[in-house]
């Protein structure tokens, strides 16, 4: 049993989870031209004009980790500001375990300039420089890295280590920047679009990347008012393919029939899609949601965040989880801004920027889901309890 | 009290020849050195292995960054060294070869990695049925004596298997470390662990900091 008590995030959209959430529900794109002169100067390999007018720059002029530190932190304080002080106290004294969830987001100051491989992996040592920043004293902590699956198969972790009584709360960490190693990288495999992120959209063309960091509390007792619960969480991996899902979509069904409830009632309200608008991602998801929905008379919203502030690699699944809770909070949805046509073959009916938005959805629940390569997938069930 | 069958084994990369499992891995050729170890150190246990595990866990100290080294070395723009620079994608060659699907949990504490992959491995003991893998790879490149695979296989039965492969041993772990002390050892990080299980016959190895002791199963 486990509770999202807090939650805080930076983004393109800026510093703050309410930017973040104004921006979704205004249907902002945040994204805008970035300033390759403050990368590292080593990048000899230049990048495609046509991916310069979408992808998001950093968020300041520091070097990366510094950036990166300096917004989990503030994400940190919003959190930690957003708790009554007695609950501060509690979770500073308690039984605390820390997971920062992450890919390639560190690694730029380091491997530009490196000689030979580093000995030590670059996401380790930014946790414990901001627990040490933050002044906090974890029982435990780990870094996982399920690609872009990571945030929610940290969540995983999270509550089985509530569930086993190791700690009695569990922040999540998750930040990804972006940077010429990703750029480089995803740019080779043709994934980046010199359009929009348009998830489902018959014209998508793949994803922007984005910079994003978040701080998730999970707790073992119901502390904030909105009572978030994480009904269940899960994960699963199939090997199919390195970097895509395979056509059935069977390892991300099972990742979801795992979290719906155990009578099949499934009256479930919303999804958030992991929606890359890549062709075969977003064709997948498409087909699940059908099969395990939509045929069985079941027809949720479904949205995204990507088309607003990027894909944020490993903390896409914690900003899709502050968004859901978010709807849950105010009552309200936002839509796929991009995305107007949807692609014909699907079968699922989303939120799209020319429909109209439901004005009292009366939202119970949302179910998020998260894609990653060497075929992880994630997915987790979120209920608010009166 | 909960068993560990520790296999390790050591292997050569690059591939001096095509390995039996080529034609189940399509463009094997393009694997990094942990993606490839992990498939041919798990070809050549499958034999000892009864049966499949209900949780794997991939414990990556250094992460990926032989392979962050070499795909900025050249020249950032191969899309097939890029996919390896992600963790995670070493477990699609692997689940192909192993033919299973499953939960997947890749994690990096260092210099604690594999200590705390497997302290997290104990957390997915749930039931008596459970079987949990923690797989390591150990780089040359991050100061290991050489390129080597563990097989950390935990399970709650504690009856001792004989084994035909010379680098596989039992240990017995315990959970629940008592205040009273027979001799031990603490460790701090994973070159230690490795040593004591290489050259320590006597002492028990307690890790306070991840939650479990573990001793020779005599």
Sequence with gaps: ???????????????????????????????????????????????????????????????????????????????????????????????????????????????????????????????????????????????????????????????????????????????????????????????????????????????????????????????????????????????????????????????????????????????????????????????????????QGFKPLITGTKWSVGHTLAASGALDLIAGCEMLKTQKVFSIANTTDVDPSFQCSYLTADRALPQTPTLKNFLVTSLGFGGLHAAAWVEKIS | MIQMKLFRQAFEYPAKAEPKWASTVERWYQLDAAAFGLVEVFSQLKSELERPPTFLILASPGSSSETDFQFVQSGAASPSKFVHTLPSVRAAPLLQVMKWQGPVLCVQNDPVTWLSGIADGLSYLTDSNALVWVLTVHSKACGSANNAVSLAELSNDTVKKKFSTPNMETFLIETTIPEENSPTTQLTNDTDFWNWLENERKLSFDSKAHGFRICRHT
């Design chain 1, 1 to 295: 049993m486990a509770w999202i008590s807090g939650f805080g995030c930076t983004s393109a959209a800026g510093r703050s989870k309410e930017d973040f959430w104004q921006g979704l529900i205004a249907g902002q794109d945040h994204s805008r031209p970035l300033n390759f002169e403050n990368w590292p100067a080593q990048v000899t390999v230049p990048v495609p004009a046509s991916m310069k007018a979408y992808l998001q720059p950093r968020l300041s002029e520091e070097s990366q980790k510094e950036n990166l530190l300096l917004n989990l932190l503030h994400s940190w304080q919003q959190l930690e500001n957003s708790l009554k002080s007695t609950d501060q106290l509690t979770l500073r004294n308690g039984k605390l375990g820390v997971i920062l969830a992450s890919t390639k987001g560190f690694i730029d100051d380091v491997i530009w300039k490196a000689s030979v491989p580093p000995a030590l992996d670059t996401i380790s040592p930014l946790l414990t420089e901001f627990l040490k920043q933050a002044e906090l004293r974890a029982l435990r902590t780990t870094c996982v890295s399920n690609a872009c699956a990571s945030s929610l198969s940290a969540l995983c972790l999270a509550e089985k280590w509530i569930d086993l009584g190791l700690v009695d709360n569990v922040l999540i960490l998750a930040a990804d920047a972006v940077g010429p190693f990703v750029v480089q990288g995803f740019s080779s495999l043709r994934v980046l679009t010199a359009e929009k992120t348009k998830s489902f959209s018959k014209d998508r063309s793949g994803f922007y990347l984005g910079e994003a960091t978040a701080a998730v509390l999970v707790t073992k007792e119901r502390i904030a008012e909105d009572g978030l619960w994480v009904r269940s969480v899960a994960m699963d991996a199939e090997g199919y393919a390195v970097t895509r899902p395979s056509q059935s979509g069977d390892s991300l069904r099972r990742a979801i029939e795992q979290v719906l409830p155990a009578n099949k009632s499934m009256n479930l309200d919303l999804i958030v899609a992991h929606g890359t608008a890549t062709v075969v991602n977003d064709s997948v998801e498409d087909q699940v949601f059908s099969q395990l929905f939509y045929q």
